[in-house]
């Protein structure tokens, strides 16, 4: 019981001095592909804090696809990350500062005889953990083929990147993706029969480092210079000393840009258009989780949230999701239906599932969050206390109720 409250105790301090923090930094590393990686956020913490002369709170994350998202949503003032989750952020409000290690490219690798994706079709494709560099390469590069995972009779997510060379030469899976050099030298080494089918672009590589455009001018020069000076050595990660071309992190977020510019059935509407038919009545219906929601939503929004399980992919499988959507909403009634941004599936899904539920109108604001904040537009935080729920009350209500369309 003693250990348990202290615990508790710990977890409340850090979260107030994370609360507390004028700079907050993350930390996003990718089990699968450095697995020996070692950073001590706390000397990091300590370091910035002192280069910076303002209180730093640093945080050190697995959690690819969480980390994504909170880069559409600004949480953290600096990332050192991936490249995919850099290149999200510098599509929402980032600077780039640099990263530690060169371009790579990344391929799908198949075995022996398979000269394109579709002859891998009801095959087996080993991949490392669903929101890794390389699983995310592997989903972009298919898109771009005109493929999918669905494909695929079996999708095997592990952690270790360098098993699924092993398991193509031993019969194990089809294919999998791996970097390029790696490849290369798995093949040199094992005499290997694996062929090459899809390549990428050049990705950059190792950590990159970004960060907010909104700091102040001073704060920023300060991170940058330190990071780009011979001090700014990363434990565990190394210097950031080289910067990649902007196009190739423009890439790499089109590659992540997964969801489809059009939604047969549907009808997709711009922030503006989602406004004027708030106006009329019609439900904008925010499915992003309940802390995001929380935290901040579209004025009148209405919180469904959409537990994702399935692939973030075209032919996902919706009865692996979790959604009261179609118990809680008017099917007979029009509904908007967002999330965050084009990068984000749950609304594609909770519109592709009210859709097949008998919705009678349903329209996808595929921007979502950010497209709606990047307007002005009016936005709300959910009262947690009696003070916060007068203040609420204070406020001009919502557009007035119309009969909807």
Same mark, same amino acid.
């Given at each position: ?9 710990? #977890?409340?301090? @850090?979260?107030?001095? &994370? ?6 930094? /993350? ?34 994350? &697995?959690?690819?696809?969480?980390? /994504?998202?909170?880069?559409?949503? !600004? =949480? ?10 850099? #290149? ?20 799908? $690798? ?8 579709? &002859? ?5 494709? +080993?991949?490392? &953990? ?25 999708? /095997? ?36 029969? #694996?062929? $090459? ?31 780009? *000076?011979? #001090? ?18 423009? +890439? ?29 009545? $019609?439900?904008?219906?925010? $499915? ?11 004025? !009148?929004?209405?919180?469904?949230? +959409? ?17 009261? *959507? ?16 084009? =990068?984000?599936?749950?609304? +594609? ?5 009210? /859709? ?8 996808? @604001? ?40």
């Amino acid at each position: 019981m003693r250990r348990i409250l202290s615990w508790t105790l710990w #977890a409340l301090l @850090f979260a107030s001095a &994370q609360a507390a923090a004028d700079l907050k930094v /993350m930390v996003a590393v990718d089990p699968s592909d450095r697995e020996a990686i070692v950073i001590s956020v706390i000397d990091l913490q300590g370091t910035l804090t002192r280069v910076t002369g303002q209180s730093v709170s640093a945080i050190r994350s &697995q959690e690819l696809g969480d980390v /994504m998202r909170s880069t559409r949503t !600004g =949480e953290y003032d600096v990332y050192i990350a991936p490249a995919h989750v850099a #290149a999200s952020a510098l599509g929402h409000g980032y600077a780039l500062i640099g990263s530690t290690e060169r371009d790579e490219t990344y391929q799908l $690798v198949a075995k022996a005889g398979v000269t394109t994706p579709g &002859q891998l079709k009801n095959g087996k494709i +080993y991949l490392t &953990q669903q929101d890794s560099v390389a699983s995310y390469m592997a989903r972009g590069m298919l898109n771009e083929s005109g493929q999918s995972l669905k494909i695929f009779q079996q999708v /095997m997510y592990r952690r270790t990147s360098g098993a699924g060379l092993f398991a193509i030469d031993t019969g194990l899976v089809d294919a999998t993706v791996a970097k390029s050099v790696d490849i290369e030298n798995w093949v040199k080494q094992n005499n290997s029969k #694996a062929t $090459v089918v899809l390549s990428s672009r050049p990705v950059p590589g190792g950590m990159s480092v970004v960060v907010k455009k909104s700091l102040a001018e001073a704060t920023r020069a300060r991170i940058e210079n330190w990071f780009l *000076g011979p #001090a700014g050595t990363i434990a565990g990660v190394g210097r950031v000393a080289y910067k990649s071309d902007p196009a190739n992190y423009k +890439y790499v977020a089109a590659l992540g840009n997964w969801t489809p510019s059009q939604l047969p059935g549907a009808t997709i509407v711009t922030a503006s258009e989602a406004v004027a038919l708030q106006q009329k009545g $019609v439900p904008i219906v925010d $499915v992003r989780s309940a802390k995001e929601y929380q935290e901040k939503h579209i004025r !009148g929004a209405i919180s469904i949230p +959409y537990a994702e399980k399935s692939l973030k992919d075209v032919a996902f499988d919706p009865a692996t999701d979790e959604w009261a *959507g179609p118990q809680q909403l008017d099917k007979s009634k029009a509904a908007i239906f967002h999330c965050n941004g084009p =990068e984000c599936w749950k609304s +594609y899904k909770a519109a592709r599932v009210a /859709m097949t539920k008998g919705f009678k109108s349903v329209y996808w @604001f595929r921007g979502g969050y950010p497209e709606w904040d990047e307007r002005g537009l009016p936005v709300e935080l959910l009262p947690t206390t009696v003070a916060e729920t007068g203040l609420r009350a204070a406020l001009p209500p919502p557009p007035a109720a119309a009969k909807a369309p």
